[in-house]
């Protein structure tokens, strides 16, 4: 074979190379272009519902509401978005019926409390559902909780909240307010006691202002916020310490509970009490979804949290939209709580369960 037959050949091999490269990224973009269409597709003209695991009017459902108003435009094909109320059981029933018997084409999702992904976890035999199988998609904030006393009561810091047997208000022995002043109880060596029969925390807020109760154990910080948002500035009411993923810079020195333990095993145990602070207001789809549903609706509230309209809206409510998580995210927090070491799962369990 000549020189020129040779360099003729390895021409002819770099271009047929260079060609089939060309049709993989051409045929790569023609597949992601039809996955897109398909989704599009598949989502023009029909109604989405968006389940939310509680009752009309309060902190849940306005959120829901105000993704609702955005999200479809950022879903392709742009579909209606049909808010549904399904409260009980402090969202479990919701979760429940997500998980085992919603349809799983992609045409229902759900903004759940962030109590009801470790519910399993935590021993409450009501939650039927494996958390770490559901499509958590996103929230647009994480919860900073705190023990709220009123400003008459005479406790005024850690070392006092020791001291002194303190009222506090909770729904029932088994609410989430319970768990978390058992958690402090057991953790920090405070004094809280329970007083049950308050449904949520308006009503506790409320009996505080009559000085039925001395506080309440778990104000969320985003709530307090929207709901009585003088209390702090014209200190009607203190807050004692707070916990959480991380502190609230908005609460100043504010002790942060995680940062007053120093025994490991409590501190994976208020890791692992904590997680659903963690999860904030989080969103889910049920198992099984076709995966390309999943991220297209994961990008859509991406899109939305980013949103300068819905962002002017969550001003407007107080929505407290404070740090967006993904769902990759929140499926991580989840699985970290549910890989908690046996010892101390049997103590969540305990402190759920008294």
């Known amino acids: ?10 021409w002819s091999s770099a271009r047929s190379r260079a060609i089939g490269c060309l049709a993989l990224v051409l045929a790569c973009l023609a597949g992601s272009s039809a996955g897109a269409e398909d989704v599009a597709d598949f989502y023009r003209g029909k109604n989405v519902s968006l389940v939310v695991g509680s009752s009309s009017g309060g902190g849940y459902d306005t959120m829901a509401r105000a993704i609702a108003r955005f999200i479809g435009r950022h879903i392709p094909g742009n579909p209606t978005i049909v808010v549904r109320n399904m409260p009980g059981a402090g969202g479990i029933i919701a979760l429940n019926s997500i998980y085992n018997t919603a349809e799983r084409d992609g045409t229902v ?18 939650a039927r559902y494996d958390a770490t199988r559901l499509n958590w998609l996103g929230t647009p904030s994480f919860e900073v909780a705190m023990v709220l006393l009123w400003h008459t009561v005479p406790v005024n810091s850690v070392d ?48 505080m202002e009559r000085g039925e109760l001395d506080g309440y154990p778990s104000t969320f910080l985003s709530a307090l916020t929207s709901t009585r948002p003088t209390w702090l500035p014209q200190k009607l009411a203190k807050a004692i310490v707070q916990y959480g993923p991380e502190r609230a810079t908005e609460l100043g020195d504010v002790p942060f509970a995680p940062d007053l333990v120093q025994n490991q095993d409590d501190k994976l145990l208020m890791e692992a009490g904590f997680a659903p602070l963690a999860l904030g207001r989080p969103l889910v789809m049920p198992p099984d979804v076709p995966p390309d549903r999943v991220a297209a609706i ?3 509230l991406d899109d939305t949290f980013k949103d300068p309209d819905f962002l002017a809206e969550g001003d407007r409510l107080g929505l407290g939209l ?27 369990q305990k402190l759920n369960n008294p």
């Open 298 to 300: 994961r990008q859509a």
């Open 322 to 348: 404070n740090a967006p998580r993904t769902g990759a995210q929140l499926a991580e927090v989840i699985a970290r709580a549910y890989r908690s070491p046996p010892h101390i799962v049997e103590r969540l």
């Open 1 to 10: 074979m000549t020189m020129i037959s040779r360099r003729m050949c390895v």
């Open 160 to 207: 006092d909240l020791r001291q002194n047997e303190t009222q506090v208000g909770a729904s029932g022995a088994n609410s989430t307010p319970a768990f978390y002043a058992r958690l402090l109880n057991a953790t920090l060596g405070t004094k809280m006691k329970l007083v049950n029969g308050y449904p949520g925390q308006n009503e506790a807020l409320l009996a």
């Open 109 to 126: 999702l759900a903004l759940v409390q962030n109590n009801t992904p470790l519910e399993p976890l935590f021993g409450t035999k009501q």
